[in-house]
């Protein structure tokens, strides 16, 4: 049973461990076996680094897919054919026998049945501070590995015949303590990761019809995975009623996102609230006050505000418009009178008068506007002599 576990890892040792980057990874190994009950179950190896799927392998099509691109170069062919090599040769009959065994002692129906085996560590640079180990069936554990004591839990008591089988069977403690961390530091040797980024962090409100502000604190395009957000309000921390996360979700260029809502009550006035970030990147928590809410009567002193600002610029530009219409139709009037004037005693304007003058053409434009009445017009005398 140890074959399933450890014997593909052997082909890394030719490689040497260098100082690898001080950072929170995880490595998550997970075996899963499907088949019916009389038959040889088939096989489906999957490994996630940092929650990004690294390679799997299935023993239908006999591949080993790389879902990871960032492999070196001259590794890369190498790594996919040892590691093909071992599974054909061990790990994938070893696997069977574990499944065959398993299905037959605990479920004796003749239904197709799956069974999961998954190994979990976490490293925080040379430090393991987390791994767990568990057997499922059928999408429920049934068996998992207590650290302490290196014995296995058992979660249903029908599987207590195949949880004392594993207790016999290998020594599982050392797999999760030694094996698994040290597979982890051998692929992120291997593999080219992310560098680090920090979080882009917005924090946003609505208004609901409903009179609820919802406030939103959003976490963008960050790596490594791990990271803390929560809603503060002066400062303290708080268990809120309606506080939901979107969970760490991640992106197409290999980073993640997170978003966590807090919902207050109409009679919050929002006042103090702030989105606490902590990340690998940051150093130190990052803190984001929220918006203030904009309370009704605020809101309509800010409409009215904004309405008499616009209806004042309104009445000015058409008084503009008004005054310089009839400015410049009283001059055009009061010209139009003195031409008919002149015409009545047959003799025409002077030339200075007439409207090609440089000085005429502008008599009437906006201001400054000349009088019109100053204008000094020909006269006659009994004779009919126009006098100067």
Known sequence: MKGPFISWLFFLD????RETQTALHSLEIQFTGMAITDDL????????LDSQLLFSYDTQSKEVLLKLGGAYPPLKNRLMEKLKEQLRRGGEDDLRRFCAYWMVSYNETWELQT????VFC???GDIQVDSRMLVAFDGETVCQLNEQNARWVIKKPEVTRFCNYLDDSVQWHRILAEECPTFLKIVLELFHLKENEPPEVTVSHDDAPDGRFILFCTARGFYPRPIRLHWEKDGQMGVWRKERSSGTLPNA???FYLQVVLELHSRDPGDGYACVVE?????????????????RGKS???SLSLSATTIGILISAVAFIIWWKKDAWGCRTQEHNAEEGMSSLGTPPPAASLSSSPSHSSSCLPPPQPN????VLPTSNSRGEILS
Do not use: G
């Open 14 to 17: 030719m490689f040497a461990l």
């Open 41 to 48: 179950p088939d096989i489906i190896f999957n490994v996630w």
């Open 115 to 118: 069974t999961q085996v998954t």
């Open 122 to 124: 976490e490293l925080d």
């Open 253 to 255: 260029d290999a980073t």
């Open 279 to 295: 990340h690998y990147e940051l150093r130190m928590p990052a803190i984001y006050p929220a918006p203030r809410k904009v309370t």
């Open 300 to 302: 309509w002193e800010l």
């Open 372 to 375: 019109c009445s100053e204008r």
